[in-house]
């Protein structure tokens, strides 16, 4: 007799520590360039730039580290502006880059906002800022050399430089005058003797986050009382500090941490810890922002490749990380675009001069000029599907999928590799539309219908899995290797539920 089983929670992310066997219902074993939908259910990551503007800005220096996002006044006035190790580039809505500041000798420049005015500084220089035209100027009342933490309380807080180091010695302005700078405005974190050394910091609303490598502290006053919040752990790239939901987000050598100001820092990504234990990666240039209900972090997987290769995508409401394959050295959100809508944006971290626009094609782009599309291959792997008692062996005969775009679907029975039997879903056009082959960027279909897709996989065995794949060139069995010249595919795969549709044998087997 035919039974069925539905498939329909894909809400709680990768599961890289639970044995396949007993991992619980909505994680993946296994997952690559899928997120998590806003509605039920997940689909593919979109890439970055397009074929005919494979970036935003060209900064023609290498070695971009540092993006901010500046709006200036009047409001409607918004730029980017990046740090490169010698000079200050503000980028237009247009991708217009201009030299604001032409003498910058260090590679950890830091960015505050205040009042429409951008404040940066670099550890080994002075201060400058920037209202929105002209060139950077330097800031009066001789501020500390060091790294910007932020601004709290209407005060600009600094880690000042002391003997070259950055150690745990914190500076702060006169409300509302960053070119004031008295000297009693200075405080020690954790008191005299403490060696760690400041990372960076995150302002809250109850106060100044300060991480150093080691500890965490907790400046709670403007002046500068301050309680150690982590005795053991700090942060290890100032980069993938970044505030979601009153809570900083970060990394450190167990992983992705949130706090607010509580004991001890929270590891959130205990799911993924084979990523941090295992694979040793190199977290000092992390980067790391709040966007899409969440965190991005992006970071150097250390497996071969010399940049930051890998993206975890942190859900706090659902406690969901996702993988994908973003390489940004770092971040910036906002609404940059004349519609106003929030956008993000990064420098490549395969080669720094480049600024793109993420999430915003259906392929990544390589540094060639006008561009060279390459595909986003992803997979998403469901846990070893409850089909009844182990003791019986199963046949699907059938998988129904509600989703949209093209989506191949394969099997795997009792935890072996995934079989050569596949399938290919194939939607209907969604809206009736099509995608404008001019522009591949641009989005035509009259909207995201779901449809029913039906495949026949005919796979044996007791435990049963599904993988879906999708990429950005076998939507089409004869689609051409992607470059230029050719469309990549913008179906955005979406899975939101699968009905598995199987028989069961009536006899007990003992193996399959």
Same mark, same amino acid.
Request: glycine letters at 12%.
């Given at each position: 007799?035919?039974?069925?089983? @539905?498939?329909?929670?894909?809400?709680?992310?990768?599961?890289?520590?639970?044995?396949?066997?007993?991992?619980?219902?909505?994680?993946?074993?296994?997952?690559?360039?899928?997120?998590?939908?806003?509605?039920?259910?997940?689909?593919?990551?979109?890439?970055?730039?397009?074929? $005919?503007?494979?970036?935003?800005?060209?900064?023609?220096?290498?070695?971009?580290?540092?993006?901010?996002?500046?709006?200036?006044?009047?409001?409607?006035? =918004? @730029?980017?502006?990046?740090?490169?190790?010698? =000079?200050?580039?503000?980028?237009?809505?247009?991708?217009?880059?201009?030299?604001?500041?032409?003498?910058?000798?260090?590679?950890?420049?830091?960015?505050?906002?205040?009042?429409?005015?951008?404040?940066?500084?670099?550890?080994?220089?002075?201060?400058?800022?920037?209202?929105?035209?002209?060139?950077?100027?330097?800031?009066?009342?001789?501020?500390?050399?060091?790294?910007?933490?932020?601004?709290?309380?209407?005060?600009?807080?600094?880690?000042?430089?002391?003997?070259?180091?950055?150690?745990?010695?914190?500076?702060?302005?006169?409300?509302?005058?960053?070119?004031?700078?008295?000297?009693?405005?200075?405080?020690?974190?954790?008191? $005299?003797?403490?060696?760690?050394?400041?990372?960076?910091?995150?302002?809250?609303?109850?106060?100044?986050?300060?991480?150093?490598?080691?500890?965490?502290?907790? *400046?709670?006053?403007?002046?500068?009382?301050?309680?150690?919040?982590?005795?053991?752990?700090?942060?290890?790239?100032? =980069?993938?500090?970044?505030?979601?939901?009153?809570?900083?987000?970060?990394?450190?050598? =167990?992983?992705? @941490?949130?706090?607010?100001?509580?004991?001890?820092?929270?590891?959130?990504?205990?799911?993924?810890?084979?990523?941090?234990?295992?694979?040793?990666?190199?977290?000092?240039?992390?980067?790391?922002?709040?966007?899409?209900?969440?965190?991005?972090?992006?970071?150097?997987?250390?497996?071969?490749?010399?940049?930051?290769?890998?993206?975890?995508?942190?859900?706090?409401?659902?406690?969901?990380?996702?993988?994908?394959?973003?390489?940004?050295?770092?971040?910036?959100?906002?609404?940059?675009?004349?519609?106003?809508?929030?956008?993000?944006?990064?420098?490549?971290?395969?080669?720094?001069?480049?600024?793109?626009?993420?999430?915003?094609?259906? $392929?990544?782009?390589?540094?060639?000029?006008?561009?060279?599309?390459? #595909?986003?291959?992803?997979?998403?792997?469901?846990?070893?599907?409850?089909?009844?008692?182990?003791?019986?062996?199963?046949? *699907?005969?059938?998988?129904?999928?509600?989703?949209?775009?093209?989506?191949?679907?394969?099997?795997?029975?009792?935890?072996?590799?995934?079989?050569?039997?596949?399938?290919?879903?194939?939607?209907?056009?969604?809206?009736?539309?099509?995608?404008?082959?001019?522009?591949?960027?641009?989005?035509?279909?009259?909207?995201?219908?779901?449809?029913?897709?039906?495949?026949?996989?005919?796979?044996?065995?007791?435990? *049963?899995?599904?993988? @879906?794949?999708?990429?950005?060139?076998?939507?089409?069995?004869?689609?051409?290797?992607?470059?230029?010249?050719?469309?990549? #595919?913008?179906?955005?795969?979406?899975?939101?539920?699968?009905?598995?549709?199987?028989?069961?044998?009536?006899?007990?087997?003992?193996?399959?």
């Amino acid at each position: 007799m035919r039974q069925g089983v @539905f498939v329909s929670d894909y809400s709680r992310g990768v599961d890289l520590v639970s044995n396949p066997a007993v991992i619980e219902e909505g994680f993946s074993p296994a997952s690559m360039n899928f997120r998590l939908a806003d509605g039920p259910g997940i689909e593919k990551v979109l890439g970055y730039g397009t074929t $005919a503007s494979p970036h935003l800005a060209d900064l023609t220096d290498t070695g971009g580290h540092e993006l901010t996002y500046f709006q200036a006044t009047p409001a409607d006035t =918004k @730029f980017l502006v990046a740090a490169t190790p010698t =000079k200050w580039k503000s980028i237009t809505v247009g991708g217009t880059v201009t030299n604001i500041r032409t003498t910058a000798t260090a590679a950890n420049t830091t960015f505050a906002s205040y009042n429409g005015v951008l404040y940066g500084l670099d550890p080994g220089d002075v201060m400058h800022s920037w209202t929105g035209s002209g060139s950077t100027s330097v800031v009066g009342g001789s501020p500390p050399q060091g790294i910007i933490l932020g601004v709290w309380s209407n005060r600009l807080w600094v880690a000042a430089v002391d003997g070259g180091i950055l150690k745990t010695i914190v500076r702060w302005s006169d409300a509302g005058n960053f070119a004031s700078w008295p000297v009693g405005n200075t405080v020690t974190l954790g008191g $005299a003797g403490v060696t760690d050394q400041i990372v960076g910091g995150q302002p809250l609303s109850d106060g100044l986050m300060v991480f150093c490598k080691n500890s965490t502290f907790l *400046i709670y006053d403007t002046d500068g009382a301050n309680r150690i919040v982590d005795p053991q752990y700090g942060c290890k790239s100032r =980069k993938s500090l970044s505030v979601v939901d009153g809570f900083v987000y970060g990394v450190n050598d =167990k992983g992705v @941490f949130r706090t607010n100001g509580g004991f001890p820092l929270e590891i959130v990504s205990r799911r993924v810890d084979p990523l941090f234990t295992f694979e040793n990666p190199t977290l000092t240039d992390a980067a790391g922002v709040a966007w899409n209900r969440g965190y991005l972090l992006s970071y150097n997987r250390n497996t071969g490749n010399a940049y930051n290769d890998l993206t975890l995508d942190v859900y706090p409401v659902e406690g969901s990380i996702m993988i994908n394959q973003y390489r940004s050295t770092c971040w910036a959100a906002g609404p940059l675009p004349a519609s106003g809508d929030q956008a993000l944006y990064f420098i490549d971290a395969g080669n720094t001069r480049y600024v793109r626009t993420a999430f915003s094609s259906g $392929a990544f782009l390589t540094t060639a000029s006008p561009g060279v599309a390459t #595909d986003i291959s992803c997979y998403y792997e469901t846990a070893p599907l409850d089909l009844g008692s182990d003791s019986y062996l199963k046949r *699907i005969n059938l998988v129904r999928l509600v989703g949209r775009g093209d989506i191949y679907v394969g099997a795997k029975v009792d935890y072996q590799d995934f079989s050569s039997v596949t399938d290919r879903f194939e939607f209907p056009a969604i809206g009736g539309g099509v995608w404008d082959t001019a522009l591949w960027d641009t989005d035509t279909w009259a909207g995201y219908a779901l449809f029913e897709g039906y495949a026949r996989l005919r796979v044996r065995g007791r435990r *049963i899995a599904l993988r @879906f794949y999708e990429s950005s060139q076998n939507v089409e069995d004869a689609k051409p290797v992607l470059d230029y010249a050719s469309t990549a #595919d913008l179906g955005g795969a979406g899975i939101y539920n699968a009905e598995i549709l199987f028989n069961a044998s009536s006899k007990r087997r003992q193996s399959s």
